[in-house]
């Protein structure tokens, strides 16, 4: 299925939230937080088509201003979109200060520096050399019409650095919401609470990131009841994860961490009786107690560049990167305590063929993982690890940023060049 490279816009297919059950609990029947309501990247509810073009099985599309690569979430009747608009001349580029300087690594597939600035079939950039002023913008539509129903300019700043095109925007992190509140976290232009009708809350400001390679941000807060967890891992000064009272935008706690840039989203468990906070990184994988802050347990770290974001289910947790290396551990919670390298805790890991960007399907007993940012499939039983089936080539979709995503036993796998690769779920690769 191909789908016509357009302007920035937002597609609605018809079925992917018009079916969703009426039966269902809320948490479970909207898509209110980046990856779903289970963040695993399923939504049990839905039956999107498997053919569409730009006037087949299209309910809407609506322009969007401005560049983002934030996801739209869905709550009720509203989908919920984050963008940054570009207003006024630009200007040159800041250059780093001393502590902050990127570092010399070659830099990966989403922002490797092409000569001369030209772009491959990668998606490969360099960096800018100038930069505008920006609104970050918080946008409501209506779910059934496409009809923008509130539009809120959360911020209008210069950001104090550039990102490499065309990878990048100011505006990569997604909405989540609990059905009462809207939050829009646009990382060092703030965190910023809206009902859902789009009246302003409250505000928090965490600081200021430097992101190496000019790679720029793109972190979602994780939600759980009454608490927003932000990672905050960057190369100009200290990283951090932190809890936000997701109420009135207070800080719960804090705790510093020695770790360079990241852009996992944090992923929030409950296991025994307390909420876990499970957040990847270069030197470690933590996990920290919701309510305190403390760390409940640490693994072996990821690759460099840890991108994907983790998914969990039935008592494990599964984590992965893909850049400089290969890495793959799933985490058995029932048996993680303090220090866990090397123990029974890891059920089991892969060392190959893992994603750089795109964060793994949980579908069912199935893991889905792409290799790096390329056309090629592993799935697993995610118990065991046990494959499925391996390296499986996609026809049409060489090259792949966008996460996968399942539904009415289907699963959906978007290309850079905006062609969707429709495949069943289950052990065996069948389009």
């Known amino acids: 299925m191909h789908l016509a490279r357009t302007a920035a816009?937002?597609?609605?297919?018809i079925g992917w939230t018009a079916s969703?059950?009426?039966?269902?609990?809320?948490?479970?029947?909207?898509?209110?937080?980046?990856?779903?309501?289970?963040?695993?990247?399923?939504a049990r509810h839905a039956d999107p088509p498997l053919t569409w073009s730009e006037t087949e099985n299209v309910a809407w599309k609506?322009?969007?201003?401005?560049?983002?690569?934030?996801?739209?979430?869905v709550w009720g009747d509203r989908v919920f979109l984050l963008t940054a608009v570009p207003v006024g001349d630009p200007v040159p580029a800041a250059a780093p200060e001393a502590g902050q300087r990127p570092g010399r690594q070659r830099a990966g597939r989403p922002g490797r520096e092409a000569r001369g600035g030209r772009q491959d079939r990668r998606g490969?950039?360099?960096?800018?050399?100038?930069?505008?002023?920006h609104q970050f913008v918080v946008m409501a539509f209506d779910r059934e019409t496409g009809a923008v129903v509130w539009q809120r300019v959360a911020r209008e700043a210069l950001p104090h650095e550039a990102y490499q095109q065309p990878n990048g925007s100011y505006a990569s992190g997604s909405a989540v919401t609990d059905g009462e509140r809207l939050y829009a976290f646009f990382?060092?232009?703030?965190?910023?609470?809206y009902d859902l009708d789009g009246e302003p809350l409250w505000e928090a400001d965490l600081g200021t990131r430097f992101m190496r390679n000019a790679f720029g941000e793109g972190t979602t807060p994780a939600l759980h009841d009454d608490t927003l967890v932000v990672a905050w891992d960057h190369i100009g000064g200290q990283s951090f994860v932190a809890a936000i009272d997701a109420r009135t935008g207070a800080e719960r706690w804090r705790s510093n961490r020695d770790e360079i840039d990241t852009w996992a989203t944090p992923l929030i468990v409950e296991h025994d009786g307390r909420a876990q906070v499970i957040t990847p990184a270069l030197n470690h994988v933590y996990s920290y107690d919701l309510e305190s802050g403390d760390v409940v347990w640490r693994s072996r770290g990821t690759t460099m560049n840890a991108i994907p974001s983790p998914v969990h289910a039935d008592g494990i947790v599964y984590v992965t990167s893909g850049y400089r290396g290969n890495n793959l551990q799933a985490i058995r919670l029932a048996d993680?305590?303090?220090?866990?390298?090397?123990?029974?805790?890891?059920?089991?890991e892969l060392d190959r063929d893992t994603p750089y960007v795109p964060s793994p399907l949980l579908y069912d007993d199935a893991l889905y993982l792409l290799k790096s940012n390329d056309g090629i499939l592993s799935v697993f039983d995610a118990p065991t690890g046990?494959?499925?089936?391996?390296?499986?080539?996609?026809?049409?979709?060489?090259?792949?940023?966008?996460?996968?995503?399942g539904a009415a036993g289907r699963v959906?796998?978007?290309?850079?060049?905006?062609t969707t690769l429709v495949i069943r779920h289950g052990p065996r690769y069948e389009v």
Not at 62 to 73: D, F
Not at 390 to 404: D, I, T, Y
């Open 9 to 13: 816009a937002l597609w609605l297919l």
């Open 20 to 42: 969703l059950d009426a039966q269902a609990p809320g948490a479970g029947r909207y898509w209110g937080q980046w990856r779903g309501p289970e963040a695993t990247g399923v």
């Open 62 to 73: 609506a322009e969007v201003p401005g560049r983002g690569s934030a996801s739209p979430i």
């Open 124 to 133: 490969r950039g360099r960096r800018p050399t100038e930069v505008r002023r």
């Open 187 to 193: 990382g060092s232009w703030g965190l910023y609470a």
């Open 336 to 348: 993680a305590r303090g220090d866990i390298a090397d123990t029974g805790a890891i059920v089991w």
């Open 386 to 405: 046990s494959p499925h089936y391996a390296l499986q080539r996609l026809e049409g979709v060489p090259n792949v940023f966008a996460s996968p995503v």
């Open 412 to 418: 959906y796998i978007a290309g850079r060049d905006g």
